[in-house]
């Protein structure tokens, strides 16, 4: 099948991206979301263990002084867990007592009368504030005695770490599969388009082909024609001529066509520099009777010695065409000026006439194939002039431009990339 | 030249026949591409013409076997294709020249003249003299010092045929093979009456007679008086 065009290509890489930033995002949001629960169920587990540690606790009686170091080997599970328990006694902002993993966490939340459960959080500890049983405490008034059970989220947080880096390295490996994945698929994605351009540009290669055979009659006829006729009979050479001429026209647009097909692989083969100042200056010398006979006033600004690299006959038509819709769009005694500069590393080529001009919503279709400023056939072009001339710049590295004003002229603008000699 | 033309497209045939006959060489069609290998294989053919696309037996192929054959032919493809492969493809079978439909009459003119420099037959030259008479092969003028002559086509072609080979003898039998194309309707008889008048006209222009005859063998081209 050749080569996948450019349009091909190009769609194909938009797709590819497309599709790995939607599975990169999906994969993205799928972690976080993983990780989220994952977070509030580990938090959720030490809450209710919290809870529960601290009813069990809340039925006990204030430890003594000293009495810490027992219930402290009665209750190894606190350090192991990072777990604390604090008593606070209204009045003292230093808990009275202490058991567990020794953990300086800050006072006690402001304790509202109602409230039996309060919650506190730190960056990597949680706590459960509940009031001691009234029936336990001994020398102190009800309702004045807390105990507060926290405990660290260090473990929590180390298998957080672990699950971030299980979680970055699947999403990378997934990544990467699916970049080779993406390849395969948005290479059979636009199959289908690229399939319908090859049909289209084999349909315009055959169809072309098919018609060189008529047209091969018709011109052998014609010629024949001519060669025998009576020079007398004047009418019957005119005729003659006529189908001549008009066979000539659909020559020329068979060879346009052929051109334009080929053209869609915008590949350049055999490529040499090429002079685009003397490739001007000889257009402009091959026209001197066009322009002689429609008294257009010419004016020529080539910079000397500017060179592209690219194919010369393609090049010669490309400003052919473009001198032949100055000419053709022109009325008599208009101008028409062409100019060549080089800058930076760039050749640019300005055809300006001063002719019927274009209205703006013209313009986005002048390159098209078969348009036509009016729908009058008369003027001898066929219909595929621009297309041609765009087609050959964009195949050389280089763009078109027009900026027209209706009724006062156009102007082409072609940008190539300037030849470099290593 | 004896030309053969392999084309089907009648409409394009006709008018080639007409021209090519015009130009003074002796040419038969062929529609069909088995029949024309036939044809050449059979010999008498100087050059080929050959349409690339044919019903039966395509040019290629028909060019393939003839150079297998090692026949002394000169091949003109003509195609509708002028991709660069198809024309390498053609040259590489063995074709000589290719020419891309449509063309002008006047540019296969000319090809088929840069053949003939190439053909092995001797070429025909661009004129040929005999004593005054001056043969432009080109113009297809004869005439005798300045005097032009005004002979037919086919008179033109036998009295062009004799000046190339000088002191040949040739036979009714072999001028006809020579000058007529295969399935024209003519016989030794038309060869004698052409040269007859041939030589009638060549007597009023007050030219003497350069072709000898040699009864029971046949006719060549005499010594310059």
Known sequence: MGRPAKLVQR??????????????????????????????SQLGTIRSALSVVSEDLASLPLPAPGSERDLQESRKDFATAH??????????????ARLGEVRTIGPLPPLAPGKRLI??????????????????????????VWLRVSEGLENTEAQLTQLDLALAASVGAALLLSVLMARLLTQRAVEPLQRSLSRLRQFSLDASHELRGPLAALGANVEMGLLESDPAFGQQRRRFEAIGQATAQMEQLVDDLLLLARQDEQRIEHAEPVDISALLQLQVDLNRDGLALHQHQLSLELEPELLVLGQPILLQRLFRNLFDNAQRYTPDQGAIRVSAQ???????????????????DQLPRLFDRFWRASPDRGDGGTGLGLAIASRICLAHGGSIRVTSQLGEGSCFLVDLPAYQAA | ????????????????????QRERHVVTWFSDGALALEALVAGGFELALLDWMLPGLD????????????????VLMLTARDALEDVVTGLRAGADDYLVKPFRMMELAARIRSLERRSPQPYRGDSHHWGELVLDAEAGQARWGLQPLGLTSKEFQLLEWFLRHPGQLFSRARLLDQLWPLEAEAGEETVKTHLNNLRRKLRLAGVPDPIETLHGQGYRLGPVP
């Open chain 1, 11 to 40: 769609q194909q890489l938009e797709l590819w991206l497309l599709y790995l930033a939607s599975l990169a995002g999906v994969l993205l949001l799928f972690a976080l979301v993983l990780r989220g629960v994952f977070q509030q």
């Open chain 1, 83 to 96: 777990q604390q328990v604090e008593w606070f006694v209204k009045g003292r902002a230093a808990p009275v």
């Open chain 1, 119 to 144: 919650w506190q959080q730190g960056s990597d500890w949680i706590a459960l504030v509940r009031p001691v049983d009234s029936s336990q405490v001994e020398g102190h008034a009800p309702g004045t």
């Open chain 1, 342 to 360: 080089r800058r930076g590393g760039r050749v640019t080529v300005a055809v300006e006439d001063s002719g019927v001009g274009l209205s703006a």
């Open chain 2, 1 to 20: 030249m004896r030309i053969l033309l392999a084309e089907d497209d009648k409409l394009l045939a006709e008018p080639l026949l007409d021209y090519l």
């Open chain 2, 59 to 74: 040019g290629a192929a028909i060019v393939r076997e003839v150079r297998r054959r090692q026949l002394p032919l000169l």
